[in-house]
């Protein structure tokens, strides 16, 4: 079965740092990933996808992701943060081999301090 | 603003009460879901409605009655619920389930507190 794990349950920055959240999933196929937001109050937002092609994936409020099927993982990076991305972000992976069902990461908490 | 519209926002009810959540789309997305969502946790799948047609059901309880009375809305009808199913429930749709996944959009949620 597919699985998702992210690595760090909290991540702390100061504004204008960059960030990294990390994301690795299991999977012997091929899949599609994506990262969702999650701001307070809110539904999920998807910030990027990668379903095919160029590995490096930009998406939403300048954030990037890099697939990387070697390592299978797919890290989500920010150049340089803003308090408004305090959020929860989750990596989902979809598997081709459960229809299509999207598995979700527990999430990782990032706190943008100033 | 949100493409998926959910309704009430905010819904406090007794355990031996009935109502029901609400959701609705116009993207034109054919597959619908549900999702329960508790404090700190990722979305757990509940339903799934592929084409107005149950799809997949994850062994939810049956005081969890989903609806899908056209293409464009889904309803959740709830009854006799336990204190434990107060959660955030999460309404989102897709174009299709089908050989290539497309990212779901999601409601902005009920918050739902049994008494």
């Known amino acids: 079965a597919q699985s998702v794990t992210q690595l760090d349950s909290q991540v702390p920055v100061f504004e204008e740092a960059p960030v990294e959240l990390r994301c690795n999933y299991s999977?012997?196929?091929?899949?599609?990933l994506f990262w969702y937001v999650q701001y307070p109050n809110q539904g999920l937002q998807l910030l990027l996808k990668?379903?095919?092609?160029?590995?490096l994936v930009k998406g939403i409020n300048g954030f990037e992701a890099e697939f990387n099927k070697s390592q299978t993982s797919f890290h989500l990076r920010k150049p340089s943060v803003h308090i408004s991305d305090t959020a929860e972000y989750f990596c989902?992976?979809?598997?081709?081999?459960?229809?299509?069902?999207?598995?979700f990461g527990a999430g990782t908490r990032l706190f943008v301090k100033a | 603003d949100t493409e998926v519209t959910q309704t009430p926002k905010h819904l406090v009810m007794g355990m031996t009460n009935k109502k029901s959540l609400k959701c609705e789309q116009h993207?034109?997305?054919?597959?619908m879901y549900w999702y329960k969502q508790k404090a700190k946790k990722p979305p757990e799948l509940m339903f799934v409605?592929?084409?107005?047609?149950?799809?997949i059901n994850e062994s939810v309880p049956s005081r969890f009655s989903p609806e899908c009375p056209n293409s464009s809305l889904l309803n959740l009808h709830l009854h006799a619920l336990q204190p434990e199913d107060s959660a955030l429930y999460l309404c989102?749709?897709?174009?299709?389930?089908?050989?290539?996944?497309?990212?779901?959009?999601f409601g902005d949620g009920t918050r739902l507190s049994i008494l």
């Open positions: 989102a749709s897709s174009q299709e389930i089908g050989q290539r996944s497309q990212p779901q959009h």
């Open positions: 999977s012997s196929v091929s899949v599609y």
């Open positions: 990668y379903l095919s092609g160029s590995t």
């Open positions: 989902a992976v979809s598997d081709p081999t459960g229809g299509f069902k999207t598995i």
């Open positions: 993207m034109g997305h054919r597959a």
């Open positions: 409605y592929s084409y107005e047609k149950l799809s």
